[in-house]
């Protein structure tokens, strides 16, 4: 039964891995999203200020 145990908790490992690695990419998105929404604020106001 040790062998099972093992292999049981060498699954658990893997998907906990996997699990990390998904948030880290959901994490990394967001950033990406946040410098896009920055950076069209960014031109909004340079268009302001062309405006004037």
């Known amino acids: ?3 099972q145990q093992e292999e049981e908790e ?3 490992e893997e998907e ?3 699990e990390e690695e998904e948030e ?3 994490e ?3 950033e990406e999203e946040e410098e896009e929404e920055e950076e ?3 031109e909004e106001e340079s268009r302001k200020e062309e405006r004037r």
């Open 1 to 3: 039964g040790s062998r």
């Open 10 to 12: 060498e699954e658990e």
């Open 16 to 18: 906990e891995e996997e």
């Open 24 to 26: 880290e990419e959901e």
């Open 28 to 30: 990394e998105e967001e």
């Open 40 to 42: 069209e604020e960014e």
